[in-house]
């Protein structure tokens, strides 16, 4: 409930603010396990793809933010769950694969943390786990522009990213991350 009541109150916020623009939303299945893969270029990126997405969206969010209780709270309410950034944390992968077990949608940002320069950095293997341990349909999203009030924001939801040779071929999470952040970079450039 909290969820539909955040993403409206930021859709009414952010969409005339920044202007924003929805491209490809009928690239996301409306059912089964899906991985929205996306650039990361603003503290306000999770709720910018929430509010976008057809679909509600569990994030992993860094495990900082819930040491406070209020936001920790509000978090979980809105699907978040906690990840601890700069080692492997097994509890956020179990939890992440739960998410598409049960034919939800995880949000997931593969740069692991937002680029500076706006360029789109490489890829964590661990979307790439998550892809191949899940076999979810992986949609990639590109977000484009700068997050100023007025000036157009584009989110752009690419075509399944296909994957079923490199699982076929036992690839490694790192080369099928690899691949998610090509298409994601395509989108980019197509829209720029």
């Not at 969820?3 to 924003?20: A, D, N, S, V």
């Not at 997931?108 to 349909?137: C, Y």
Request: aromatic share 8%; proline share 7%.
């Amino acid at each position: 409930m909290l969820y539909k009541i955040g993403k409206t109150i930021c859709w009414f916020i952010f969409k005339p603010l920044y202007r924003i623009r929805v491209i490809g939303k009928q690239n996301v299945p409306k059912s089964g396990p899906v991985i929205i893969c996306s650039n990361h270029i603003s503290n306000f990126d999770p709720p910018v793809v929430g509010l976008t997405c057809p679909r509600d969206i569990h994030f992993m969010a860094k495990e900082e933010l819930f040491h406070n209780k209020v936001i920790g709270s509000i978090l979980r309410k809105v699907h978040a769950f906690p990840v601890k950034r700069g080692m492997k944390d097994r509890q956020a992968l179990r939890d992440g694969l739960q998410v598409l077990k049960d034919n939800h949608t995880l949000g997931l940002f593969p740069e692991g943390t937002r680029s500076k320069s706006g360029e789109l950095q490489r890829g964590l293997a661990g979307t790439g786990f998550f892809a191949l341990r899940s076999k979810a349909t992986v949609i990639p999203c590109a977000i484009i522009g700068e997050y100023e009030p007025l000036k157009p924001l584009r989110v752009i939801y690419g075509e399944p990213v296909e994957l079923e040779d490199l699982r076929n071929q036992n690839a490694s999470p790192q080369e099928v991350v690899d691949r998610i952040m090509d298409e994601i970079q395509k989108l980019i450039n197509l829209h720029k």
